[in-house]
């Protein structure tokens, strides 16, 4: 039998059982405005204490676990959250759904896979709580991204030509592409075995310390964008109070380490 768009949508309905729990879009928006307010709390902290990880970690801070090991089970407890309360009531029968879960996936994919097995950090670790405290965000990000795809969002048939899809869409490929390039040049400073650093050179580096921080923040303002979504945008602020202070500790940190290191260089933002 042919699938068309009708009778696809009933297979799609006829398909949906019971959520996992029920709350009307006004709790939901609570609890995603005290997820907002939360970030904001922990951007202000993380402007005073850098976190743990990487250059930045510090005896003192408890038990450690493998540096790749932490990366996959931190991200990959995303894709399982969100996956399962997207798709606990059936397949969503929004086609723009569709698309965004795709590029979340198609982001993830990468970071909890891809991205670890390419790390040359061989002997490194990281504090049990950097790894439990990121589960924690996916958790909650996932939750709520995975919830309002599958009960709220509503798009008309022709968002794919609303201004905001499609800039959106053209602002996450471009943060994507700068944060994939960046990591790349990052990835290839060291031989396998080293775990020193070195002046990165290249792409978005000539302008900045950071490209693949503000790559990820211009990505998720672009899903932000092009979903138009409240958990996309908690997402987005997220993302700035966890990268923004990463940043500028890594900007002063390389000044520091490195007498040679380029004074046009900024930190984040080119200009
Ligand atoms: P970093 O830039 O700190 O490090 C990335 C990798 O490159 C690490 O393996 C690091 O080694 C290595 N590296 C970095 N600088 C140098 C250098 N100068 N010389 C040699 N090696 C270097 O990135 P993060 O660890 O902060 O983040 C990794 C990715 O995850 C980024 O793409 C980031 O955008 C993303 N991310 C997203 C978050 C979000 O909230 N959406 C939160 C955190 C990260 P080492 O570990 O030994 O320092």
Known sequence: MLLNGSNLSVICEAS????????NYTLYSQIAWAWIAVAIVTFLYLLRQNAPYGRH??????PTVDNRLGWFVMEFTVIVVFLTVLLWPGIPSSK???VFSALFLFHYINRSIIFPLRLRTSGKRMPVVIMFSAVGFNLMNGFLLGYYFAHFADYPSNWWLDIRFLAGM???WTGLGINWQSDHILLNLRKPGETGYAIPRGGLFGRVSCPNHLGEMIEWAGFALMSWALPALAFLIWTVANLAPRALAHHRWYKKKFANYPPERRALWPF
């Open 57 to 62: 970690v510090q005896p003192g801070w408890g």
């Open 16 to 23: 949906r059982s019971k959520p996992l729990l029920t709350m």
């Open 170 to 172: 053209a602002l996450f």
């Open 96 to 98: 723009p759904v569709w």
